[in-house]
């Protein structure tokens, strides 16, 4: 397992009216409306982890959570569970066949709208999108800049949310989680993207970057905003394939991440009216670290024997091919041969796809849900408590997608 981003995204939705407590057909008489809603997204953090971390650290804030909440056993992100997609699945509703996001590299099928469009990739804040990295497009005979969410096929909760006058406020690992403004590129109230590739490859400064999306969720929640690598480590290859110390580093620093922000959020007294969610963009395969083969890019491309325009390798590869007559001699597999990386993303096994997903707030009765849910269904769970219309996503609505079982 590669942990590139313990917390990679943190979303706070601010209702400006109280909500009802009960939305009336609820026979515990559990509260079901929000004022708001906290979503956090753990890179890598397996549905089996969740189990995992919580018997190991009984006394954690994620076993906590887990006892005020509900805990989706067999929730999947999206196929391919590349960080767009994934991210795109908990924001719209709707799968990559409905967003047109198959992976970082391309947003849409011609336009590469990759993690490194800011100014200096290697700065933590370097000044956000340079418009010199973006392709242009004619819009009325004019060439208009493309940036990454004018690639977004459908709204996003975060329009929702914000056309419904409400606040959004969303922090991730680069400048082009643009992405999640959404065609009209005003869904979020604020964004915070202090630059993952900026850090060293260590847990201990993906924990330090990291820490920055904490700072600014406590901005965010006293009405202030923030001022302005690829990590490695996995399971043990034992038969329990029990988390590596690193690993348990990494989770235990959610965990007190976690802790503060309820701490945070019961100091503002509006942890009662707010519910947590935590999911995962990606698993990041495989599980166990056997399974894992490396397989040299550089034989892909001549193995295919045809004119690439664009690879993106992950635990699959989409080619872009120059041309598309040449579909059929391109088919593949692929891996990659980095000798950092012990675990990639974007797959389709249940490694790559079977992620933490939980949902937590006060006087929720624990209850783990073994139903096979998606996490697209993330996106409508968060309209529905807030007291807004899961139909007002369009990826929701095409796709027929509803809130998480128990919302
Ligand atoms: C997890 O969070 C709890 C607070 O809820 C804290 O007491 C505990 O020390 C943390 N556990 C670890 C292992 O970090
Ligand atoms: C990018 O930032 C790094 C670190 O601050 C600096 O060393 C480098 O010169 C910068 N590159 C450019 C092109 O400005
Ligand atoms: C991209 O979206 C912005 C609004 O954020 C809009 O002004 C611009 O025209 C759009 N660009 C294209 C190519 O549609
Ligand atoms: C895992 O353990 C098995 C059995 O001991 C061994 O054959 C295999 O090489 C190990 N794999 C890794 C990646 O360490
Ligand atoms: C889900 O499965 C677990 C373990 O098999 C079981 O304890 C739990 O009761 C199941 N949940 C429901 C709601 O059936």
Redesign the pocket.
């Known amino acids: 397992m590669l942990l590139k981003n313990f917390i990679v995204g943190a979303v706070f939705c601010a209702a400006t009216n109280a909500l009802p407590w009960n939305d009336g057909d609820d026979k515990e008489n559990e509260k079901k409306s929000y004022k708001y809603v906290a979503l956090f997204s753990v890179d890598g953090f397996h549905s089996s982890g969740v189990a995992k971390y919580s018997s190991l650290r009984p006394q954690s804030n994620i076993a906590a959570l887990l006892a005020t909440g509900y805990e989706y056993a067999n929730a999947f992100t999206s196929a391919p569970s590349d960080s767009f997609p994934g991210t795109m699945n908990q924001y719209t509703g709707a799968s990559p066949r409905t967003t047109g996001t198959r992976c970082q590299g391309k947003s849409g099928a011609e336009v590469a709208l990759a993690a490194n469009l800011d100014y200096n990739s290697t700065e933590r804040f370097s000044g956000g999108i340079n418009p010199d990295e973006l392709p242009q497009k004619l819009v009325n005979g004019q060439c208009t800049l493309v940036y990454p969410h004018n690639r977004t096929r459908i709204n996003t909760i975060f329009e929702v949310v914000h056309q419904a006058d409400k606040h959004t406020a969303y922090a991730d690992k680069h400048p082009a989680y643009d992405l999640v403004r959404g065609p009209s590129g005003e869904g979020l109230t604020v964004g915070y993207f202090p630059k993952i590739a900026a850090v060293a490859n260590t847990v201990d400064a993906t924990i330090t970057c990291n820490s920055l999306h904490v700072t600014a969720f406590f901005n965010w929640i006293s009405g202030t905003t923030p001022p302005n690598s690829e990590k490695t480590a996995g399971y043990t ?1 034992d038969t329990k394939l029990t988390f590596t110390a690193p690993l348990l580093k990494a989770f235990d620093f959610v965990n007190n991440s976690l802790s503060k922000i309820v701490d945070a959020l019961k100091a503002k007294n509006i942890y009662d009216q707010t519910l947590i969610i935590v999911a995962s963009k990606h698993g990041q395969a495989p599980i166990n ?2 399974l ?1 083969h490396k397989i040299d890019l550089a034989l892909i491309i001549p193995a295919t024997g045809v004119d690439v325009d664009w690879v993106t390798t992950n635990n699959i590869a989409p080619l872009f091919l120059t041309d598309q007559s040449t579909l059929a001699k391109a088919l593949g597999v692929i891996y990659t041969t980095s000798t950092a990386k012990i675990a990639e993303y974007g797959g389709l096994s249940d490694d790559d796809r079977k992620v933490a997903c939980f949902a937590s707030a006060k006087g929720l009765k624990k209850l783990v849900i073994n139903d096979t849910v998606s996490t697209k269904q993330i996106g409508p769970t968060v309209l529905k408590v807030l007291g807004l219309n899961p139909e007002d996503m369009q990826g929701a609505k095409a796709e027929g997608t509803k809130a998480l079982k128990g919302f």
């Open positions: 290859n670290p056997a894992y």
